[in-house]
């Protein structure tokens, strides 16, 4: 069952980035599963800024209680929590238990997890410390033992890439306001069409109902202007 709870986090590693640059690593979950990416950072600076320019598809992942990696599953756009497989939790759980000296040593331990939009940054936080803004939306794995299977099978797909976190974010934000833009003329253009469209069944009833009208009116007409056969034999005399 899960266990929700409002708690700080903070990365093992010390270590200060003396060139300014972010080192990531990145892992393939297992193929089966789909094409699946889990990324961390070196140390808690790094993570600073995975913190700052998460995506909202991404999840992170961290050890209860203990000082581990803070591990981050990016999903595809559109999913969820509810969306990661068991084998896709297992690979994350797997990872952040090995990347935690204490974690990785002790068995039955548990691993937090939460949407990136959840983790809560604020000036009084030390370098790498998290917390949540809706405990509601933290989950919490059981994790029995290293599987050294899943952490080496993992540990092959390793990357090591030093990306520019700020731009990838300003790109992406980029083009999902160019999409929000095209979505937003397409609606405009289809109620401007369904307005024409209602206007052009309103002037077709209008005319229908003037030609009935019409219609009637002239039948009236002539009604009113036939004579009476007595009428027409006075005529004839």
Request: proline share 3%; charged share 35%.
């Amino acid at each position: 069952m899960n266990r929700f709870f409002p708690v700080h986090y903070s990365i093992c590693s010390g270590r200060a980035s003396d060139l300014g640059e972010d080192m990531v690593f990145y892992f393939k979950v297992r193929p089966e599963a789909g094409d699946y990416t889990i990324f961390m950072g070196l140390d808690k600076f790094e993570n600073e800024d995975l913190i700052k320019y998460g995506f909202p598809e991404d999840i992170w992942f961290h050890v209860d209680k203990m000082s581990s990696a803070h591990v981050y599953l990016r999903l595809n756009k559109g999913q969820t929590m509810d969306d990661i497989s068991e084998g896709v939790l297992e690979d994350c759980a797997q990872l952040v238990k090995a990347n935690s000296i204490q974690g990785n040593k002790t068995n039955n331990i548990d691993v937090v997890y939460t949407p990136w939009y959840n983790l809560k940054k604020t000036p009084s936080m030390d370098v790498g410390q998290v917390g949540f803004h809706n405990s509601k939306l933290v989950r919490i794995v059981k994790v029995e033992k290293r599987i050294n299977e899943i952490v080496n099978r993992l540990n092959k797909t390793k990357v090591e890439r030093k990306p520019d976190l700020k731009a990838e974010r300003e790109a992406v934000s980029a083009a999902e306001k160019a999409e929000r833009k095209v979505q937003l003329r397409d609606k405009k253009r289809r109620e401007e069409m369904e307005r024409l469209e209602k206007e052009k069944q309103a002037e077709i009833r209008s005319y229908k109902n003037l030609m009935v009208q019409e219609k009637m009116t002239s039948n009236k007409q002539v009604a009113s202007g036939s004579k009476t056969l007595e009428e027409l034999e006075d005529d004839f005399m």
